[in-house]
């Protein structure tokens, strides 16, 4: 259906609106345009896919149109979501939305920033309605290589350093990626590279599968920060402007575990069920090993980072436990943890343009000069840690739930693993919650301080109703993700 396509559509037009555009008010009025336009257009999506399936439409994957790009190869531009596309795509939308207004004072080159930044928008779009393994491929690289100027250019600290190990680390996964994409096609002797028919064929040898199913969750899952290459993360995070680590935690780290779910685990079935018990090891290590990691850290932005290594690890470690209640769980965590560390992401950028610091130890005191940003902060602390009503408890418990489904000793010891890193992260976020906002402020500087400008309070107001309405209401959310992990999770032998 043509209708998908407007979410490739609206970044070019930006693109080519921000190229034109003179002056800071057009390029605002360009970004704030776009990005609206997609969170109108992703709302309306959602709404359309309900009312799709509550009119008994089983499709696997509704609105669907194929155009032939390449014959040789049989590459098309493939597009159609299911209930996990359209839950990808309202998070992304939210995201790039919260993002243009948290850069909102953004300088210098600031219309070279926003170019950057909205066709690393129109990669991850494009990634998650597309149902060709090379059309995703494609724009996995698109929403993959502005990030080194994004870092490189507007980002901070050892910014040159990150951007390069972040480039190169994420090239490097790519060329796995890539291999196990090539692997796939050829080996399923398929047609098409039109993954749903290739999952029809169901026909790719498991000895193949045990080559390549290893490779493609390798590929994307370097990208969703899985142990031990993860190392590109919290220095990419530290370094990044504060958009950009909005959208790069709570959108770009997703293509990770989308592409490990949608790949790797559905068109290699048997080689997922074989294998599995060597990543779960891995993500097991990742959840506990990034929880620990943010308890040592002194910078705001490397907490945040580590912490993402854990809950992205939650992620890759749901998907791996093979059933339909964790895969669910995983869908919302993905959507949990993009809202929560963006909204995490966009205080610590609005404290730091204040204090000139991210140093735990040179902050207190910060609810008597900045009470507005400070509730925030504590509110995206406690739905980090899992705090009943907002998103990330209901993620979290869906997850442990249904990994606890596995009943062997192997499976089960795991999840008590994993499950050491709810008290793990509430010690961490508590203790830095009470050290930068509560006290005495000894800073003099810092008692001049102001709260959040308007466009501030925009962005984090949207991700903290975001947060909330998951939290309070997820069930409409679960169960269209739920009919759509369905066909996946059939396909894996138990």
């Not at 769980?329 to 949990?336: F, T």
């Not at 994993?418 to 992260?425: L, R």
């Not at 008692?447 to 925009?458: K, N, P």
């Amino acid at each position: 259906m043509i209708f998908l396509s407007i979410f490739v559509l609206i970044p070019l037009l930006m693109l080519a609106g921000l190229w034109a555009a003179r002056g800071i008010k057009a390029i605002r009025g360009v970004m704030v345009t776009g990005a609206s336009a997609l969170l109108i257009a992703s709302v309306v999506l959602t709404f359309m896919y309900l009312g799709e399936r509550s009119a008994g439409n089983t499709a696997e994957m509704l609105f669907r149109a194929d155009t032939l790009w390449y014959a040789p190869l049989h590459i098309s531009y493939s597009v159609g979501v299911d209930g996990i596309s359209v839950a990808m795509l309202l998070l992304s939308a939210v995201i790039v939305f919260t993002g243009t207004f948290a850069s909102w004072r953004l300088q210098p080159l600031t219309k070279e920033y926003f170019l950057w930044f909205t066709l690393l928008s129109m990669g991850v779009f494009g990634f998650f309605i597309s149902i060709d393994l090379f059309t995703m491929f494609m724009f996995y690289e698109i929403a993959l290589i502005p990030m080194y100027l994004l870092i490189g250019v507007w980002g901070s600290g050892r910014k040159e350093y990150a951007a390069m190990k972040l480039t190169l680390m994420l090239m490097g996964g790519s060329a796995f990626l890539l291999i196990g994409i090539l692997g796939i096609y050829f080996g399923s002797g398929a047609t098409t590279m039109n993954l749903l028919e290739i999952a029809q064929l169901h026909n790719i040898p498991f000895a193949q599968q045990c080559i390549w199913f290893p490779l493609t969750f390798l590929g994307f899952g370097v990208l969703g920060a899985l142990f031990p290459f993860h190392t590109w993360s919290p220095d990419g995070h530290a370094s990044a402007p504060t958009a950009v680590s909005m959208l790069h935690a709570g959108v770009l780290m997703k293509l990770g575990g989308y592409g490990c779910f949608r790949i790797a685990m559905y068109l290699m079935p048997e080689a997922a069920n074989e294998l599995s018990w060597i990543f779960l090891i891995l993500t097991g290590i990742s959840v506990v090993y990034g929880a620990f990691s943010a308890c040592v850290q002194t910078d705001l932005k490397y907490i945040n980072a580590y912490s993402s290594v854990s809950h992205c690890g939650l992620v890759l470690f749901a998907i791996l436990m093979l059933n339909q209640t964790a895969a669910t769980g995983a869908i919302l965590q993905m959507l949990s943890h993009g809202l929560m560390t963006a909204l995490f992401f966009a205080l610590i950028g609005m404290i730091y343009g204040r204090t000139h610091t991210r140093d735990v130890r040179e902050l207190a005191g910060l609810m008597k000069v900045m009470p507005f940003l400070s509730v925030c902060y504590v509110i995206a602390g406690l739905a980090n840690l899992g705090l009943p009503g907002l998103s990330g408890f209901i993620a979290e418990m869906t997850i442990f739930v249904g990994s606890f489904q596995n009943n062997d000793v192997f499976h089960r010891t795991l999840t008590i693993i994993a499950c050491s890193s709810i008290v793990i992260t509430a010690v961490y976020i508590l203790r830095l919650v009470g050290k930068i906002l509560y006290g005495t402020c000894t800073n003099k500087h810092h008692l001049a301080l102001t709260d959040a400008t308007w466009d501030e309070r925009v962005a984090v107001i949207c991700l903290i109703v975001c947060v909330a309405g998951l939290g309070m209401a997820p069930f409409w959310v679960s169960h269209m993700i739920g009919e759509s992990v369905l066909p996946v999770v059939s396909q894996l032998i138990p």
